[in-house]
């Protein structure tokens, strides 16, 4: 851990767990007072997570500009190994569920670089799950040519794309490009050139190109490449989950009301289940998963 004045420790909780199972993990400083972006920075990079959150109180003033009006809103950013990001969908997760370990579930607002978040944590029979409302989504087609460079960079061709999920850059805090493999074999059988696909998504401002295959028309499987934070793959992410629910919804290819069912990481041998609610007015999208702590601290190696 980096030598850093802190407030509290890093926690380490898993989002998005499936069965009690696997997670995304991330790590969550509850208390990050006094910290600035180049500390948070090298203390992400330290934990090396896609994502590590650091909360403060949100007492007068907040980042988004407005005045906090209840105990329970916060100040929350977000880091990668290499960066900060405006949102992150499983860091969102997992610090609700922190801050309802700590604190006891309920109602709470998070002000993000994306806006303002609002989250819901529940507790049950499975333990304390969370829901957020996304960041405004948008959706629009991709370009041809960054579509073709983007399959070679994953060696795939154009043949291993399903022609009913167009692909498209969505929008849900962050921008992710969308591409829908014919097959559940191709979507598993990811080798993808590193560097190259690290530059075009850098060069196109992609937080993630998420992949994924429609097992039926409410039920995906996806994988999510993440070198612009410095990560390989992401086991489950919550905004692109959310960009890609508001690109279902833009499209028509779902129907709403109603919820798809995300399941991701299971190649990387981590399990993770993401519950995308989708309404007929709005243009936000929520997303529901399980968090638990982590208590094993071991490297975590997924990163360049």
Not at 111 to 139: F, N, Y
Not at 140 to 168: I, M, N
């Amino acid at each position: 851990m980096a030598h850093l004045p802190l407030n509290s420790p890093v926690l380490r909780y898993a989002a998005f767990t499936r069965h009690g199972e696997g997670g995304n993990p991330a790590g969550v400083v509850l208390d990050a007072r006094g910290l600035d972006s180049d500390e948070c920075l090298a203390i992400a990079s330290t934990v090396n997570y896609s994502e590590t959150a650091f909360i403060e109180h949100a007492t007068d003033e907040v980042s988004d500009g407005s005045v906090a009006t209840s105990p329970r809103e916060f100040n929350v950013r977000y880091f990668s190994p290499l960066a900060q990001v405006a949102f992150c969908g499983h860091a969102t997760i997992a610090s609700a569920v922190a801050l309802a370990d700590r604190d006891g579930v309920g109602s709470l607002l998070f002000h993000t670089l994306a806006g303002a978040i609002s989250v819901e944590t529940t507790i049950g029979r499975d333990g304390i799950s969370a829901t957020l409302m996304s960041p405004p989504t948008s959706t629009f087609d991709a370009d041809p040519e960054d579509v073709a460079a983007t399959l070679q960079a994953l060696g795939w061709c154009e043949r291993d794309l399903d022609p009913r999920y167009p692909p498209h850059v969505s929008y849900a805090g962050n921008h992710h490009l969308i591409l829908a493999a014919t097959t559940r074999g191709r979507l598993a059988d990811l080798d993808y050139d590193y560097h190259t696909l690290e530059q075009l998504m850098n060069e196109r401002r992609w937080t993630t190109v998420h992949l994924v295959y429609a097992e039926s028309s409410d039920l995906f499987h996806a994988r999510d490449p993440f070198p612009p934070g410095g990560v390989v793959e992401d086991p489950a992410t919550g905004a692109a989950a959310a960009a890609f629910g508001g690109y279902l919804r833009a499209l028509n290819l779902v129907k709403v009301p109603g919820t798809v069912t995300i399941i991701q990481g299971e190649d990387m041998g981590r399990p993770c289940e993401l519950k995308v609610h989708l309404s007929i007015e709005g243009n936000r999208v929520a997303v529901t998963g399980f968090a638990s702590r982590i208590l094993d601290t071991s490297p975590y190696r997924n990163s360049r």
